[in-house]
């Protein structure tokens, strides 16, 4: 009996590992390292005592996958395996249909054909798009605003329709606000391939010396300081939000929850933070908004509080110190 991990060596999907191990879970981890490295599975095991299965390969390749759940005799797959870069996603969308929509759809099936019927999606609150109401709420409308977000959405859609279809399926969709942070022993954590996109780990390498400045995108939003604001979630309430959503998966449904903390903090809240912990200077510079990009976005995060009993635990405080304490002891990642 193990659980399937897809990208399992990933950024939530290692934290996630530690989480289901400590639990006394077995686990098996399928990635093909296109944005991850093996040390992280050497890593998974240096915190937990336990040598997780890793076997390299791709979601896409549905005989395989079917092979490794019946070899493993797998119950249940938690599927984090993708690509998720919006700006790239708008370069080469069929790229992004091809590792999200048909990775899935490819995966979907070799679970059938092996009857595992248990999944949790990696989702996102890019699936609310620009957001017409605060909190967000999971019964928001649904709306992507670029290939990224449609790829997720579409997949939503599927597994709505695979449940409608047969109802013996139990399915969480997970919508994630913003993951940052590290695990507490600085051995795990994001280690983004090239230039980062999101602003938590540029502000690490800021702090860190690895990159010059920072470019702050608009500050004339109609937020307090007219910056940005963003629902932050430490990585390990999101990794333990995973291990509650299995284990509410007892029961036959198709659902989706937010995992957030509900408050909101703005760019130069985030600033303020990090250097504070850091005791660095965050140099930064203002530019103009970057496109695409939403003013407020932050999580009504009760329904998993009241179906799941899951509630993230740590504020940006501890955000940030885990980040930087992730960035000290690895400045250039896991090489
Ligand atoms: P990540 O890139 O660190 O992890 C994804 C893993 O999947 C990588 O290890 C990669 O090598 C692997 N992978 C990619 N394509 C694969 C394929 N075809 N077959 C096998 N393995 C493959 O990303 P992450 O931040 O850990 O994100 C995990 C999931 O959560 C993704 O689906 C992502 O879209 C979703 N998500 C992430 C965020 C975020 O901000 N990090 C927010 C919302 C949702
Ligand atoms: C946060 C805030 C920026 C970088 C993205 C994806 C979303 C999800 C999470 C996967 C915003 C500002 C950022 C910088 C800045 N991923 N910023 N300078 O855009 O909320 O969400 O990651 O599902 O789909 O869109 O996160 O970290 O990029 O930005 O000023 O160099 O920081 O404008 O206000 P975002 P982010």
Known sequence: MSILVTGGTGYIGSHTCVELLNAGHEIVILDNLNNSHLEAVRRIERITGKKPVFIQGDIRDTQFIQKVLIDNKS????HFAGLKAVGESCEQPLKYYDYNVNGTL??????QQAGVKTLVFSSSATVYGDPEKLPIQENSPLKATNPYGRSKLIVEEMLRDLYASD???HIAILRYFNPVGAHKSGLIGEDPKGIPNNLMPIVAQVAGGRREKLHIWGNDYPTPDGTGVRDYIHIVDLAIGHLKALEALDSAQCTAFNLGTGQGYSVMEVIHAFEHVSNKKITYEMAPRRSGDIAECYAD??????QLGWEAKHGLREMCEDMWNWQVKNPQGYQ
Do not use: Q, R, S
């Not at 119950?75 to 938690?78: D, F, G, P, R, Y």
């Not at 490819?106 to 679970?111: F, G, I």
């Not at 995060?301 to 009241?306: R, Y």
């Open 106 to 111: 490819c995966l979907l099936n070799a679970m």
């Open 301 to 306: 995060p009760h329904l998993a509080k009241e």
């Open 75 to 78: 119950t249940a797959v938690i």
């Open 167 to 169: 109802p013996n399926w």
